[in-house]
């Protein structure tokens, strides 16, 4: 796994943009998995199918979120992601479906989305690079601490920054069996890799 910087300023400047109307409406918050300037980490892109085979259809990249208070209202989530389309005609990804749960601090299950990724991701937008990949939810109501569970599909490779020590936040969702694990993905010579996976949600 070679992690590198791929985020161009072009895209940088997308991540807020979809957004950037809802936070004018009302006191609406974002949250982010990450701290700093995204154009000076460096970012591996990962999907769960190429990392663990078939297995990984039933495997989540989750990030652990806290509400700003009781009761909030959780609308959308933004995450990074490549379907692999580079501009080329072969490279005009299948259609796959996505899926997104939102879970409470004790894994039980609020709400489930499933569509298919070609409209949400780079290829939707003529993009040829990592772009930003926009889920509008219902307000599900949040507290304390909740979970946002992807299930990329091999669809779509999600964006994550290696990190020195296991993260607190970043995790991998094992759907059977209902488990969080942490997320330190297999490298070289049996070591692991700490990753976190970038993410910001939005509600109010």
Known sequence: MIFMPILSLAVLSLIGISFA???????KNLISSFEGNLSQKELAQIDMLSLLGRTGFFVAEAVKFKAPKQNWKLDSVQLIGWDGYNGTVESIPQE??????????????????A??????TNYAFNSTSLYPLTIRLPQVTVSDDFYICFYDRGAVAVACERLNETSKNSFIYLGPGNQMLPANLPGE???????????TVSGS
Do not use: C
């Open 21 to 27: 109307a809802d936070a004018t409406e009302g006191q």
């Open 96 to 113: 796959r479906v996505i899926a997104l749960e939102v879970r409470d601090k004790d894994l039980n299950l609020l709400y489930r989305f």
């Open 115 to 120: 569509d298919s990724q070609l409209p949400y």
């Open 189 to 199: 010579n049996n070591e692991t890799i700490p990753v976190n996976w970038i993410m």
